[in-house]
């Protein structure tokens, strides 16, 4: 079945450092992905819309500047935190959907659990 | 706006016993619906679907049935098992623009 890859599954840091993340989706095209962010015991909050070669659409109070999201092919996003700090931590969880369309489900990868020290 | 409103949790239930999680939606328009499945640790796993109203999703024993009448989205299973301990969250997509909505999730703990 279809699958997202994500990567890493878990990363620790120091404050200041960027770090980046990948998502991949394995045997399908997906011109849209999406970001989310999950703080222990709560809901998926969604972050921004990865759009395939073009600029993506955050949601209201997420910083773009904070966040950045680079869509460079059908199969691949990544999600790079700059300057990471510790209220950065938190589980980041993309999904991505087929771009054939119909009533293709969204499929999501892992998580990345992001610990900054 | 869309929003998906769940039954706060933790539930903790004895194995074979009844489960019901409720959930209601909020959509301007006719959404999909979906209940999703986090064990610990991992990222999210669809547990079933409904795409249109008195549709009725089901797997691994679960089931949950698109009302429109009530906007209700309620997940069902009749005999829990140990394993089925994990979060859920109920959540809607608008077909429009293929955002993904989730309800706060409701944690579930069965008890051998």
């Known amino acids: 079945g279809a699958v997202v890859s994500q990567h890493p599954s878990w990363v620790i840091c120091k404050s200041g450092t960027s770090v980046k993340i990948e998502c991949r989706s394995l045997?399908?095209?997906?011109?849209?992905m999406f970001w989310y962010r999950q703080f222990p015991k709560q809901s998926l909050m969604l972050m921004a819309t990865?759009?395939?070669?073009?600029?993506?659409?955050?949601e209201q109070g997420v910083e773009k500047d904070k966040f950045l999201i680079n869509h460079a092919s059908l199969t691949l996003s990544t999600l790079t935190v700059t300057s990471a700090h510790p209220e950065d931590s938190s589980f980041y969880i993309c999904?991505?959907?087929?771009?054939?369309?119909?009533?293709?489900?969204?499929?999501f990868g892992d998580g990345t659990r992001l610990s900054i020290l | 706006g869309d929003s998906v409103t769940q039954m706060e949790g933790p539930v903790t239930l004895s194995e074979e016993a009844f489960l019901t999680i409720n959930c209601t939606y909020t959509?301007?328009?006719?959404?999909?619906l979906f209940w999703y499945v986090q064990y610990p640790g991992e990222g999210l796993q669809l547990l079933l679907k409904?795409?249109?109203?008195?549709d009725k999703g089901s797997n691994k024993g679960f089931e949950a049935t698109y009302r429109k009448e009530t906007t209700s989205f309620h997940l069902e299973k009749g005999s829990v098992q140990v394993s089925d301990s994990a979060v859920y969250f109920c959540?809607?997509?608008?077909?429009?623009?293929?955002?993904?909505?989730f309800g706060k999730g409701t944690r579930l703990h069965i008890l051998p």
């Open positions: 999904s991505a959907r087929d771009s054939r369309g119909g009533n293709q489900p969204q499929h």
């Open positions: 045997d399908f095209q997906a011109t849209t």
């Open positions: 990865s759009n395939e070669g073009s600029k993506a659409t955050y």
């Open positions: 959509a301007t328009g006719y959404p999909s």
């Open positions: 409904a795409t249109k109203a008195d």
């Open positions: 959540a809607l997509s608008d077909r429009r623009d293929d955002k993904i909505i």
